[in-house]
């Protein structure tokens, strides 16, 4: 099959590792998550919600921006304190490597 009027920015293949996760919180909301790890995106995860489907590549910094998770993963401002207090745990620190 040849494609011929596609003009690819980028085409890598990388072993991962991914994470998979499901609790429920103190509110009692339940996530099912799958965290992968990559060389890509500067050291931050790739955080998929299986039971949505959203996917956010998420560092501390994302963390510390205010409403970024409720907005990304349609969640109440509960709901997203307590995935942040997951996820603090998770994401650690950012490696710059270029």
């Given at each position: 099959m040849l494609l011929p009027d596609y003009d690819f920015m980028s085409d890598t293949t990388e072993d991962t590792s991914t994470r998979f996760v499901t609790f429920i919180t103190?509110?009692?909301?339940?996530?099912?998550?799958?965290?992968?790890?990559?060389?890509?995106?500067?050291?931050k995860k790739l955080v998929t919600e299986l039971q949505s489907g959203k996917t956010a590549i998420i560092g501390p910094?994302?963390?510390?921006?205010e409403g970024y998770l409720a907005f990304t993963f349609k969640l109440n401002e509960e709901e997203a304190g307590e995935l942040a207090q997951f996820l603090y745990f998770v994401v650690g620190t950012v490696n710059f490597t270029d």
């Open positions: 103190p509110s009692l909301k339940r996530f099912d998550l799958a965290i992968t790890a990559t060389h890509r995106f500067y050291g910094d994302d963390l510390e921006e």
